[in-house]
C-alpha cells in the first residue's frame, strides 16, 4: 500500500522485527511513553524527515532520520487482547528502534 | 489586558490561555507583526476547509476505480487532481477500510490531523480521554460511536506521531448500488474518515 515518500537510508525494511528503545531525556520526543521498550514489526518504510527533536528548537533537522509505520499485537503493549487480529501503528524514527533477532 | 487596544474582546471571564492568546494577538497587532485583516483572513481559510474534502474524495474513490487507485498510491496527487488544497500536508496516506479491516485514527501526543481533508478536529479528538482510550480501548470507543465489530474484524488503530497524516477511507453502504457521487458523499461522516464509526447507511433526514 503506497509509496515510499523519499530514499530511505534507514536500517529497517518491511518485515524486520524491532524493538522501541526505552529511553527518556527532556526535548521534543515523538514516541509516545506507552510504546518504549515494545517489541513489534516495520509495517511500512516511509522515508526520510527532517528530524522533529531538533527542528522543535530551531535547528536544521539534519540529518534526516527515516521515518517507520511500526506494528505492535495488543498484547505486547498492555498485556491484554482486544480482537486478537487488533494492532496498534506508531509512526517512529529509525534512531528510536534497535534490531531484533 | 487593558482594553484600550481597541480590539474585540468577549466579555465573559476567560480562561488563563484565552487570555493569554488575547494577549499575543493585541502586542502582535500592536507592533505591527500582523494586522486585524491577516487574522481574519486566516480564520477564513481555516474555515473554509471542511469534511467536505474528506468526503468528496470519499465518494469519488468508491464510484471511480482508477481515481481511488491514484488516492491509494499519492493522496496528495489525488487531491491536486480534484481541486483539494491538501499542500500543507507533508505526508498524506489513506487507510482503507475493507468487511476485516477497520482503522481508526488518533495523535497522543498532541492533537495531529489532516485539517486540508477534515477542517477542524472535533473538540474530543483532541481531549485526554479519547487520546488514551483510542490506543487502550479502541473498540469501547467504537461501541460509543455506535459501530460493534466481529471479534474476527481486525482493529488498526494509527497514533499519527510523526510527519503522516492520515485518513480512513471507510466501507461503501451496502445497497448504495447506481447512487451518484453526491449521494454518497453526504454518507461519508467526518467521524467515518477518523475511523471510530462506518459510513452512514442511509441519507440523513
Known amino acids: 500500500m503506497g509509496r515510499t515518500v523519499t530514499p530511505a537510508a534507514g536500517r529497517f525494511k518491511t518485515g ?9 531525556r527532556p526535548g521534543h520526543l515523538r514516541t509516545p511513553w506507552y510504546i518504549r521498550g515494545k517489541s513489534g514489526w516495520i509495517e511500512r518504510v516511509y522515508g526520510d524527515f527532517l528530524n522533529p527533536e531538533l527542528l522543535a528548537f530551531g535547528k536544521d533537522g539534519l540529518p534526516k532520520k527515516t521515518l517507520y509505520l511500526v506494528a505492535f499485537d495488543y498484547s505486547e503493549v498492555f498485556g491484554k487482547s482486544q480482537g486478537p ?3 496498534v501503528l506508531v509512526d517512529i524514527y529509525d534512531h528510536w528502534l534497535d534490531a531484533l533477532a | 489586558m487593558s482594553d484600550d487596544h481597541g480590539q474585540d474582546h468577549p466579555k465573559h471571564e476567560l480562561s488563563y490561555y484565552a487570555k493569554r492568546i488575547y494577549a499575543m494577538r493585541d502586542l502582535l497587532v500592536e507592533k ?10 486566516q480564520i477564513e481559510y481555516q474555515e473554509a476547509r471542511t469534511p467536505a474534502n474528506g468526503a468528496h474524495l470519499v465518494a469519488k474513490a468508491w464510484v471511480d476505480p482508477a481515481f481511488k487507485a491514484r488516492f491509494i498510491a499519492d493522496a496528495k496527487a489525488a487531491c491536486a487532481e480534484i481541486g483539494i488544497d491538501a499542500t500543507a500536508l507533508n505526508e498524506f496516506v489513506v487507510l482503507e477500510n475493507t468487511p476485516q479491516v477497520r482503522h481508526m ?8 490531523y489532516p485539517r486540508p481533508i477534515l477542517g477542524r478536529p472535533p473538540d474530543w479528538y483532541k481531549s485526554f480521554n479519547y487520546r488514551q482510550r483510542s490506543v487502550s480501548d479502541p473498540r469501547g ?14 482493529v488498526r488503530v ?11 477511507m471507510p466501507l461503501r453502504p451496502a445497497g448504495t448500488e447506481g447512487w451518484s457521487e453526491a449521494d454518497l458523499a453526504k454518507l461519508v461522516t467526518r467521524d467515518s474518515m477518523i475511523g471510530v464509526m462506518d459510513a452512514l447507511p442511509m441519507i440523513p433526514e
Open chain 1, 85 to 87: 487480529k487488533d494492532k
Open chain 2, 158 to 168: 494509527h497514533d499519527s506521531t510523526a510527519d503522516i497524516r492520515y485518513i480512513v
Open chain 2, 32 to 41: 505591527g507583526v500582523i494586522t486585524e485583516k491577516d487574522i481574519q483572513c
Open chain 2, 141 to 154: 470507543v467504537m461501541r460509543e460511536f455506535g459501530l460493534v465489530l466481529a471479534d474476527d474484524v481486525e
Open chain 1, 16 to 24: 524486520d522485527r524491532v524493538k522501541v528503545k526505552f529511553e527518556d
Open chain 2, 105 to 112: 485514527v488518533v495523535c497522543t501526543l498532541c492533537s495531529c
